[in-house]
């Protein structure tokens, strides 16, 4: 018998939030001022079986490629700064999922097709980590995604 | 591929399918790659130390003579005892299902019987069950093993680690023969002291052993070579933990206290620790197994110096967290297989549903019900894999025999290296390892009480030495005393007819007529249990094909489609255990830090001690000094004070302690 686990009382909020935005099909962008994006990560996903993978796994890569094949959901902890593939891959399924417009062919160019449809993608990241990145890139984060802050 | 696992294959085609094969040794074993190679297979418990082709006297010799062999045999035996509990359980469960369904899979391909993609999609969802698991712990269970080798020993304490313990009662068990009993009592006492020195003097010297072209202990902090991540990553958080428990209860300084304290939690938290969770792969997993050191930090001291007085049943890690009592294990053995169930219950109804769809066998009782033949497999299994294969193959020599001369039973006489070994024997069981008595040599009765001058016969016979955990049913009195009891058993063949074996135990001293000597094990259920079909099935699940083996037997007997659809689900299995991998190493290393990893942390995962400038030179003084104290010259101590405020400088702290006098200790990257 699974059970669902117990989720720490200030992420219901952000959860509800995060919920929403996946299934009006937008993509939640969960900024962690305390630093527990892993904790967020490890209780939520247990509680809807999403898979987690870290921007700083050496088969990142991989495994978000793969993800992308199947109807479920995907939270993609941004541990480490974004760049290179891991920035083109985002970027590329940032684009996929424009809400003004789907552009497939920077996944194209990468060697991937579209999404699934029922694919949905969720972005962890905490604020000391966003903060190294360059200002383009946290715009453009801010820009495709829902943002949601948690203290 | 190794010339013999070609062999194997091609010999495949033309025997039966999954009959005892030998391959290289497979990926997911628990291991350690020393000069002296070691391992123990998870699912079976069958053990590899290099003691093949070894009496068991020559194999205790080797362990007394060379303390690398030793600290090998105590890192995989660790792993043994790591496994006598709930998690080892469900890991043999798991596996045994999956391999047993990959062979079944591999005959229907070979021989050309109908099956369809289900049978891969079975085998694929119980192969990632099982690979979950044991990924999930790897870095636990190589951790404890590598403690077990480098620990600092407190030789003048009462306590010993549970691996050292059984190695001591094997050792003793097959030193216990002579011709009376004074003799044998003599050879047991200064058999143990001599073996216990040999086990501390391992223990200490565990951190300077080679590794490849390092000391291990420098191998484990520099994290080199990269395959060490788990058993350097599992050994921080194994002293992390001692040092949590340590900190609020003296007791737990001593190692061994600390280890068996480590044994009883697996045994006793287990259980709670696996149950009600929807995946293995999700993080929320790996925090809970890894998050023992958490609840330690968090516990009140009392409850950590109550722990010392406590029953064994109760669950450790849940009463350090809530204060409450519960029995974490049932304490008489019969629980086991509802603890398996309740942790893996749809593999379990599974496997349930394909025993109830088999023809039932002429020998199950009318009232079993498929529940309870499953239990009784499974119980079964279990039983059979507390069986610890040590030495193996050893060569034995026929001396001569006494009719009768242990009435009703025959004697006869073994010589064993230096030795000779007594066995009490029927005339049926003597026909079976000796082809015509009547032509071997007939000793006197005094023989069995006397040093045995006579030369071996050519007639040379092999033999297996084993310990045993032996259920200690005594539950009606006091249920939570151990269960279990470390014995001694041998097989003993004749490599002519290794068909007909014999089971051996050791049985007492006769006085005036015999001292301790072998007989035959009577008892049809625990010598059938232990050494013929579950021995067979121990050894096809341990050699049983890869998910890739497999794949290329499909590919090759015209199934490319089925190849092809076990290929993708594998893809999607190394993914699942790559992300498990990613979840325990973050775990552990925010558990190392207390607090959230930042992005130069993770660097500490790759590079572990290189991260500081010429800690590389430090590389004798820290094996010297891993785990106790050693005596820095004033010019050593000043590079080591230099070393210090370069490691302050990149991790925040020193990595070695040392006091005013110049006594240095290593600290490591996380104390």
């Keep these: 018998m699974s059970k669902t686990p117990e989720i720490d009382s200030n992420f219901l909020e952000p959860l509800e939030s995060a919920m929403l935005n996946l299934e009006t099909g937008n993509i939640p962008l969960i900024v962690f001022a305390g630093g527990n994006s892993r904790r967020f990560a490890a209780q939520v996903a247990a509680a809807i079986n999403a898979t987690v993978v870290y921007v700083s796994q050496k088969d990142f890569e991989a495994q978000f490629r793969a993800s992308l094949k199947e109807e479920h959901a995907l939270f993609v902890v941004i541990d480490q700064t974004l760049a290179g593939r891991s920035l083109d891959l985002l970027n590329g399924y940032l684009a996929a999922r424009d809400v003004m417009g789907a552009d497939n062919s920077k996944l194209a160019a990468l060697g991937i097709a579209p999404p699934a449809a029922g694919h949905q993608l969720a972005i962890l990241v905490d604020k000391a980590v966003l903060a190294k990145h360059a200002m383009a890139i946290q715009q453009h984060l801010a820009e495709f995604c829902s943002v949601t802050g948690v203290a | 591929m190794p010339s013999r696992r070609r062999g194997a294959r091609q010999g495949l085609v033309d025997r039966a399918p999954v009959s005892h094969r030998r391959r290289s040794r497979p990926a997911d074993v628990l291991g350690y790659a020393f000069s002296v190679d070691g391992s123990l297979d998870p699912a079976t418990k069958l053990l590899d130390v290099g003691l093949d082709q070894h009496t068991p006297l020559q194999a205790r010799h080797t362990l007394l003579a060379e303390p690398l062999h030793m600290s090998v045999a105590i890192h995989e035996l660790t792993h043994f005892v790591s496994l006598e509990n709930a998690l080892g359980h469900v890991i043999g469960f798991l596996a045994m299902r999956a391999r047993t369904l990959a062979a079944s899979i591999e005959q229907a391909a070979v021989q050309g019987l109908p099956?369809?993609?289900s049978w891969i999609a079975l085998y694929a969802a119980w192969q990632l069950k099982y690979r979950l698991l044991l990924e999930l712990w790897r870095p636990f269970l190589e951790g404890l093993a590598v403690y077990a080798q480098v620990h600092e020993p407190d030789q003048e304490g009462?306590?010993?680690?549970?691996?050292?313990?059984?190695?001591?009662?094997?050792?003793?068990?097959?030193?216990?023969?002579?011709?009376?009993?004074?003799?044998?009592?003599k050879a047991w006492q200064s058999g143990y002291k001599q073996f216990l020195e040999a086990a501390y003097t391992a223990i200490r010297k565990g951190p300077a052993l080679r590794h490849g072209k390092e000391e291990l202990a420098v191998a484990l902090e520099f994290v080199n070579p990269a395959g060490l991540r788990p058993y350097s990553f599992g050994h921080a958080y194994i002293r992390a933990l001692q040092s949590a428990l340590a900190e609020k209860c003296e007791v737990?300084?001593?190692?061994?206290?600390?280890?068996?304290?480590?044994?009883?939690?697996?045994r006793s938290s287990t259980r709670r620790l696996l149950s009600d969770t929807s995946?293995?792969?999700q993080p929320i997993m790996t925090d809970r197994v890894y998050g023992w050191v958490d609840i330690v930090r968090q516990a009140p001291a009392s409850r950590v110096q109550a722990l010392d007085g406590q029953l064994d049943a109760v669950d450790v890690l849940h009463f350090l967290a809530t204060g409450e009592a519960e029995r974490g294990y049932d304490g008489t053995g019969r629980g086991d297989t509802t603890t398996v169930r309740q942790?893996?219950?749809?593999?379990w109804e599974e496997f349930e549903t394909a025993l109830s769809k088999q023809p039932r066998p002429a020998k199950m009782p009318p009232e079993e019900t498929p529940t309870d033949r499953a239990a009784r497999l499974v119980a079964g299994w279990m039983r059979g894999t507390m069986s610890l294969n040590l030495s193996s193959n050893g060569g034995v020599f026929v001396i001569g025999w006494i009719p009768q001369g242990l009435a009703p039973l025959n004697a006869l006489a073994l010589k064993v290296d230096d030795v000779v070994w007594w066995l009490a024997l029927t005339d049926e069981d003597l026909a079976k390892v000796v082809d015509d008595a009547v032509?071997?040599?007939?000793?006197?009765?005094?023989?069995?009480?006397?040093?045995v001058s006579a030369p071996a016969t050519a007639h040379r016979l092999l033999i297996d030495s084993y310990v045993s955990y032996e259920l200690w049913d005594q539950a009606s009195t006091s249920p939570s005393d151990p269960t279990v009891m470390p014995a001694v058993s041998f097989r003993l063949w004749n490599p002519a007819t290794a068909d007909s074996m014999l089971h051996l135990q050791i049985a007492g001293a006769r006085p005036g007529v015999i001292g301790p000597h072998l007989s035959v094990r009577t008892s049809e259920n625990q010598a059938a249990l232990q050494f013929t079909g579950l021995s067979r099935l121990r050894h096809d699940v341990r050699d049983a094909l890869s998910s890739s083996e497999l794949a290329g037997v499909l590919r090759a007997h015209a199934h490319a489609d089925l190849a092809k659809t076990l290929e993708n689900l594998l893809e999607k299995e190394e993914l699942a255990v790559a992300r498990v991998i990613a979840h325990v190493e973050r775990s552990i290393l925010a558990t190392l830090l207390q607090r959230v990893p930042s992005d130069e942390d993770l660097e500490l995962l790759e590079?572990?001690?290189?991260?500081v400038p010429d800690a590389r030179k430090f590389g004798p003084l820290i094996a010297a000094t891993y785990s106790m104290f050693a005596w820095a010259d004033a010019s050593l101590a000043a590079h080591v004070r230099r070393l210090n405020a370069s490691a302050t400088a990149v991790l925040g702290k020193p990595v070695f302690e040392i006091d005013d006098r110049g006594f240095v200790r290593y600290r490591g990257l996380w104390a």
């Design chain 2, 343 to 347: 942790i893996v219950p749809q593999f």
């Design chain 2, 252 to 266: 737990y300084e001593s190692s061994e206290r600390f280890f068996n304290l480590v044994m009883r939690i697996l």
């Design chain 2, 279 to 281: 995946s293995w792969d």
């Design chain 2, 439 to 451: 032509a071997l040599p007939q000793l006197g009765t005094a023989a069995m009480r006397e040093s």
């Design chain 2, 158 to 185: 009462d306590a010993l680690i549970e691996p050292v313990g059984i190695l001591l009662s094997w050792s003793l068990f097959i030193s216990m023969h002579g011709p009376d009993n004074v003799s044998a009592r």
């Design chain 2, 607 to 611: 590079r572990g001690l290189s991260v």
């Design chain 2, 115 to 117: 099956f369809d993609s």
